[in-house]
């Protein structure tokens, strides 16, 4: 790793360079270098603690005058218990996961001797920006160094000292291995973003990690493709038939086991049928847990009257704004719905697309919601706060995409992966094909070694065999 | 389909909304809304042939006073035999193809009751802006209907009233089935362009299917995710052991089947110790066919006094402009370079990372260059013509991508998709799991109805069985 105050494209240029190094190593050459950083920061332990030392001096001295929040001051100290520690085995964790590239993910014979495959390997050159905590340093290197991509990181400056101290280990542990340092470079001071952005020949793709602010200048100041999510408003629709104790556990974990985090619940949709007979349940169970409620006129009337022993600021009329809002805080906005269809309607047009739910127990309504709502995530009688990578079984996250294209919802190894088409055959030309010449055969063959049943024959063969040993 | 001169805002929402209702119609709807143009097309034939000669006479006007190419006026004949009859073809065939959506990629189970999977779905919006020949027009509707995307589309201004025409009818058709017309929107103004690339709120992806100039402007000017290609600098790497015949066969075809294709051939790379072996005959082949050779010193070198049959200007030295120059003529440039080493060094610096390929026959040699070679599509004794959806087995393709994500080489169907996460579950919560609480189970589970073999012994069971058989 290299700490750089260099210009922006020759740091940029280093990366491409590095990249094409990288691409071609092995497996065990990739894990070796993340043993290496393992090993090196476990050992420089007590260095890294000093720099953090030092930020989190700083940030207190910010803290006391008032530029700086008490919560971030929290998030920047490396020293609480364990935390090190579950840095280090983060590293460990992913050199175990299964390596994402050079794998075959599709055959086809195109004739004979000419065979097509779909081989996965790194994207290139990632840009990732992320916010105070300074263990995503340790995290993020070792995805890069294992999905084969180099990475320029921009820490926030909140955490520079502990950068310094991880990025010159890590440095120093990479000159022992096959991986160019020049691989991951640490950026550090922040007017350089701006020019990174701009060099779209040598970085294939950008990825913000932090609030709302970060990701909309991010996506307005480039032409780099950028994977992420601005917000996270997550909804839930309860339907009038889901039992009261399940809708309670649920939208209680939704709201309130995180109410920082990008999956949290930020708006209940309740239908109409319930108002009476559920969500006084819920509202109360809610308002217990110090959860305020921005109502619309039909679910405030409802609760109006049956929780009045609570505050009376916990319990307001919501204001239109309130469905188009991330709180991240105890806040929840209610909104009435008559039908599947409404709900539908006010998710596609209100939430972030990012992580939506309904709780019923129809299963045809379920799948309505299931195939309508168009967000990264939907779920059925969940929390929404599943969403998230190690939930999924990712091993760890780069981030949760609301994009479009490419990779959606939680972001593993996978989502920093693409892939590239090769063919190898024995001179057949394009010229022999086609209208009147050769036809193409077109037969998909199977993919490395796993073995597919490819007819009713070898199906039927697999399931008496089963039956068998059942 | 609606022919609109709408303002651009309104015409993406309009989209975006017709959008969600094809996102949820079955395989059946869509391809009975595809049968329903196919047969409205093939009914109005001579209504779309008059106005496309109406466009032929206004373009022999301007190409008779030097403001169109006269190969463009060409390409804008539809009443040519046959080119009509392949567009409704062309109709069917994506109708023949598998329904990309809606299909289940992967299972896992999270914990007893709680299921993850991935599923496919439509992008969304799709922009796709693309220039003259006017039966693209159906190929790109029946792509996006298929794949259960909307898509805006502007066509090039050559071809006005035949689009008219097409829309008009494929509109009128889209009536009797349940696609809402608003999924299919023809801009006829070149002027609004720009102010639909702002639309990113309603607009997800952008199709630029044209040269350089239209693919960079598109770029430049959107925030949009892109998906195309600008250049096609396609390599060959020449191999000293390649035997001679098959050197010329493919090297052939890949410069002059047709020259104008984005996957041509621009640049020849020649192993050093085949400048005196296999160079001559293959120059001589094409310089036989017209094509001009840019040598650096050494190549010239080689060259000079075996060729000087053929006239001078058909060789000449290389300037630097054109080893990054798509020459879309019977041009090439010839490079000599020492190893594999600098062969990839070359086409990793110089190519478009379209499609690159090597002749040798040494696996190892080859193993390197297509591991290392940075491009969508990377083969090994083929010609770079090969990289086309139809030659790959898409059936059809939208477009070759070189981008870094998302999408990769010729893009089918499969690309104009994505896909969303669902959870099925029984009220389980995110606190429940983790450090203190209940384990993941995270166990992968059958996709679909394929049956893998999942161990060895059901491998050795199929692989007795095949046995048998063989």
Not at 36 to 59: M, P, S, T, W, Y
Not at 219 to 237: E, F, Q
Not at 357 to 382: C, G, K, M, P, R
Request: with cysteine; charged share 25%; hydrophobic share 40%.
């Amino acid at each position: 790793m290299s700490l750089t105050n260099a210009i922006p494209l020759e740091v940029a240029k280093a990366a491409r360079v590095g990249s094409r190094q990288l691409a071609v190593l092995t497996t065990e050459e990739r894990n070796a270098a993340l043993s290496a950083i393992h090993k090196a920061l476990a050992d420089g332990k007590e260095e890294v603690l000093a720099a953090n030392r030092q930020d989190l001096e700083e940030a207190n001295k910010h803290a006391a005058g008032g530029t700086l929040s008490a919560s971030l001051v929290k998030r920047l100290d490396l020293g609480k218990p364990g935390k090190y520690e579950d840095m280090l085995q983060g590293i460990l964790d992913v050199s175990d996961l299964e390596d994402p590239i050079n794998k075959t993910t599709a055959r086809t014979l195109l004739d004979d001797n000419l065979i097509l495959s779909r081989i996965t390997c790194p994207i290139g050159v990632l840009l990732i920006i992320f916010e105070a905590r300074p263990e995503v340093i340790a995290n993020i290197s070792a995805l890069a160094i294992k999905s084969g991509n180099a990475a320029i990181l921009k820490g926030g400056r909140e955490s520079y000292h502990s950068f310094a101290a991880i990025a010159s280990i890590i440095s120093k542990a990479l000159e022992t291995t096959k991986v160019p340092s020049d691989c991951l470079q640490l950026v550090q001071t922040h007017d350089v973003i701006a020019d990174l952005l701009k060099q779209d020949t040598y970085i294939d793709l950008c990825i913000p990690r932090g609030g709302n602010k970060l990701v909309r200048y991010v996506k307005d100041s480039t032409s780099i493709p950028v994977l992420g999510h601005a917000d996270g408003i997550c909804t839930t629709y309860l339907c009038a038939d889901y039992p009261v104790e399940k809708a309670i556990k649920i939208i209680v974990d939704a709201k309130v086991s995180y109410p920082a985090g990008c999956n949290a619940l930020e708006q209940l949709l309740v239908e109409e049928s319930a108002l009476t007979t559920t969500l006084p349940a819920v509202a109360e169970a809610l308002l217990q847990k110090g959860v305020s409620l921005r109502c619309d006129a039909a679910s405030l009337t409802a609760l109006k009257g049956k929780l009045d022993a609570h505050s009376a600021t916990l319990l307001q009329e919501a204001g239109d704004k309130d469905f188009d809002f991330e709180f991240l805080d105890l806040i929840i906005a209610v909104k009435t719905v008559k039908s599947v269809e409404e709900a539908i309607e006010h998710v596609n047009t209100h939430s972030s697309h990012h992580t939506d739910a309904i709780l019923t127990l129809n299963a045809q309504t379920a799948q309505t919601f299931l195939a309508a709502v168009d967000s990264s995530s939907v779920y059925w009688n969940t929390s929404t706060r599943m969403a998230d990578g190690q939930r999924y079984g990712f091993g760890t996250e780069v981030g949760i995409s609301t994009n479009k294209i490419h990779s959606r919802g939680p972001v593993g190894l996978e989502g920093l992966t693409i892939y590239k088409w090769t063919i190898v055959g024995d001179a057949q030309v394009s010229a022999e094909y086609g209208a009147s010449g050769k036809a193409w055969k077109h037969e998909k063959l199977p993919v490395g070694d796993e073995m597919v049943a490819q007819n009713e024959e070898e199906r039927e063969l697999l399931r008496k065999f089963r039956a068998g040993k059942a």
